[in-house]
């Protein structure tokens, strides 16, 4: 059987570093992936360089650089929820469980991916995270998806030890480069990958393999 | 965006003086400032759409500018300014950008809501 894939993230971008070569791969073997994108990344400082978007503009300018992405990936799926980039830790937390709640219940997926909460860097990453840890969390043991988790913070490995879970997305190597192009005013997609040919043994050491921690709830 | 034009912005902070304005004001370091240097303590802060009125606001410095707004009980102030959106809906979109691109400071004006 297939897997049906549910990703949440709060910010446009955050599925194209992490993980769009995973879900490419799944795609390709016929996976159906819904993407609960939280915000529109409104706040963020990159505007392009030299600036293609400002402060006003942006939100319009990521929401069609996130349709891009996903269109790169392969995602059938997209849901922007609406909230306020920065903003997501201070919503009530039944507001942001509710959402969250409402696309679990319509999709019902078989494999979850969000940010690994507390190792995540950005308050919105582990408000999210945490968000989905607490939906999931009431549900019965048995009707539980997995769930893979991104977290990188500097204090992750110490914490929950390696990833345990590694896909080899050398197949899916123009995905991920393309997906991660699509978010124009944030990424300069050179200083990524340098000028390297995208099917060169570099390129295939550095990015290669995208990384997962299996949550295992209480 | 383009540059700062200073006499074109002085003009606009005239005819904005003397009535209640939303405004949007924003510093920010960025939120992995502290996890790609451990020595930088990560700031930021904005305010979106308060209502504001001042009876004089100008622009000074040689770029990057500084905006000045005195209000009846107090000031706003804003450090940093280097660019502006020529909008087209009347507001005043003003924006620092570093040395990478990326926005530092943000001093926005408008008869509407942001």
């Keep these: 059987m297939s897997e049906k894939i549910l990703v949440v993230f709060p910010h446009p971008d955050d599925e194209a570093f992490g993980l769009s070569g995973t879900l490419a791969k799944f795609v390709a073997e016929g996976a159906q992936v819904t993407y609960a994108c939280l915000t529109l990344g409104e706040m963020g400082r990159a505007l392009g360089n030299p600036p293609i978007a400002n402060r006003e503009s942006l939100p319009l300018i990521r929401k069609e650089e996130l349709i891009a992405s996903c269109q790169a990936i392969g995602i059938q799926d997209l849901r922007m929820l609406g909230f306020m980039d920065k903003t997501v830790e201070f919503e009530p937390k039944e507001v942001v469980d509710a959402a969250i709640r409402s696309i679990y219940e319509e999709v019902k997926p ?56 590694s896909i080899d997305i050398t197949n899916y190597l123009v995905q991920k480069r393309n997906a991660i192009a699509a978010h124009q005013s944030q990424f300069q997609i050179s200083e990524m990958f340098g000028n390297e040919d995208i099917h060169s043994e570099e390129v295939k050491q550095r990015f290669g393999k995208e990384k997962f921690w299996t949550y295992s709830f209480q | 965006m383009i540059p700062i034009q200073k006499d074109a912005i002085q003009k606009q902070l005239d005819a904005f003086a003397n009535e209640p304005l939303y405004i949007h004001l924003e510093l920010t370091m960025g939120a992995y400032a ?25 622009i000074e410095g040689h770029g990057p500018y500084r905006v000045g ?45 942001f």
């Excluded at chain 1, 995270?129 to 990188?152: M, N």
């Excluded at chain 2, 502290?34 to 100008?58: E, M």
Aim: negative net charge.
């Design chain 1, 110 to 165: 078989t494999l979850v991916f969000t940010f690994f909460p507390g190792y995540s860097v950005h308050p919105d990453h582990d408000a999210t995270g945490a968000s989905v840890i607490r939906v999931l969390q009431e549900l019965p043991a048995e009707e539980r998806p997995k769930v893979l988790c991104i977290g990188f913070s500097h204090n992750m490995v110490q914490d929950n030890g390696e990833p345990d879970v």
């Design chain 2, 34 to 58: 502290a996890h790609f240097d451990s020595s930088k303590h990560p700031a930021a802060n904005f305010i979106r759409n308060a209502v504001i009125q001042y009876s004089q606001g100008s």
């Design chain 2, 69 to 113: 707004l005195k209000l009846e009980h107090g000031w706003v102030y804003a450090e940093g300014l280097t660019h502006a959106v020529e909008d087209e809906d009347g507001r005043i979109i003003l924006a620092g950008i570093n040395s990478e691109g990326k926005l530092v400071v943000a001093f926005q004006l408008s008869k509407q809501p």
